[in-house]
């Protein structure tokens, strides 16, 4: 076992660090387990973290057969390439997941495909994806609510960085598990995460769905959980139509996405961050910082 994998975030909710091995890749891909009468695990990571999991959920206590839910926030193989693998191993679990995605956990190929297509080389490190059987798949419905016994979450559809994106709230204890409808979270600093294809307006209704939900806590995907959940909703909502501002006006004047970096990084002191990571999580950040300025870009 490698380290610290789990920080108690409630009574029922606990962070698993699955620390996937892909250099700068620690303390980046969150996985979040609910402990209540019944337990769930939010999104598994990908393939290649699925012994990291399983090392995190020991350490936390729970058996991978009292395992009886796999939610997924979005299908994008950094949180749901390992389903298939994890199904394996928790054999009374069964995967919740956006009804429109339901068809690629079942017959992955088209997403292995597109991820090789998009990723890359990443998409090899991340694993190849597992297929789930179709006998323990359950399609997420929008104000669908998933009963825990004890837990009650509720799961609103939040299109924008994926068309079949899902955030979960516990209303009891006031915590949003936002996948990566939020942003990304990196040493408390938010950026967008606005993949092609961006659509602005999808994006800003769910985040204002979110906002009506008034958050006590928010939980990023990518990665930690953190107090003043609605204000860091209102600040993204800022940031997103901020961005979208720089990066049409520096589209219309020719320049690439590198060169729309360094302007946000002029106009936008939460990017400071970069300058105190390592080498290879600061070539991790570039690679989504520009992939998100390319989805904005395309949308000007």
Not at 142 to 163: C, Q, R, S, V, W
């Amino acid at each position: 076992m490698t380290g610290i994998r789990v920080t108690n975030i409630s009574p029922n909710l606990k962070l698993l660090d699955l620390k996937p091995p892909i250099l700068g890749y620690g303390k980046f891909i969150s996985s979040y387990l609910v402990n209540s009468g019944k337990n769930a695990i939010i999104d598994p990571g990908p393939a290649v973290a699925a012994g990291g999991l399983l090392e995190a959920l020991a350490e936390a206590g729970t058996k991978p057969e009292e395992i009886d839910y796999i939610v997924l926030t979005h299908i994008h193989i950094d949180h749901a390439g390992g389903a298939g693998a994890a199904v394996k191993a928790m054999p009374n679990a069964r995967v919740v997941v956006h009804e429109r995605a339901l068809p690629h956990m079942v017959n992955p190929e088209k997403l292995w495909n597109a991820s090789l297509q998009t990723l890359g080389d990443l998409a090899i490190k991340y694993g190849e994806i597992e297929p789930v059987p179709a006998e323990r798949v359950i399609a997420a419905k929008d104000n669908m609510k998933l009963d825990l016994a004890g837990t009650e979450l509720e799961i609103y559809f939040t299109p924008g960085h994926a068309i079949h994106h899902l955030s979960l709230f516990d209303r009891a204890h006031g915590i949003l598990l936002a996948g990566e409808a939020a942003g990304v979270c990196t040493v408390g600093k938010v950026r967008p995460a606005t993949p092609p294809p961006f659509k602005l307006d999808e994006m800003l209704a769910s985040v204002d769905k979110l906002i009506e939900l008034k958050p006590a806590k928010l939980c990023y995907g990518h990665f930690g959980c953190y107090d003043n959940g609605l204000a860091r909703l209102k600040q993204y909502r800022e940031k997103l139509l901020a961005w979208h501002k720089i990066v049409t006006e520096e589209t219309g004047r020719g320049k690439n996405p590198q060169e729309i970096l360094t302007v946000l990084r002029e106009k936008d002191s939460d990017l400071s961050y970069l300058d105190i990571l390592g080498n290879d999580e600061y070539q991790r950040e570039l690679v989504l910082l520009l992939n998100s300025i390319r989805g904005m870009s395309s949308a000007a």
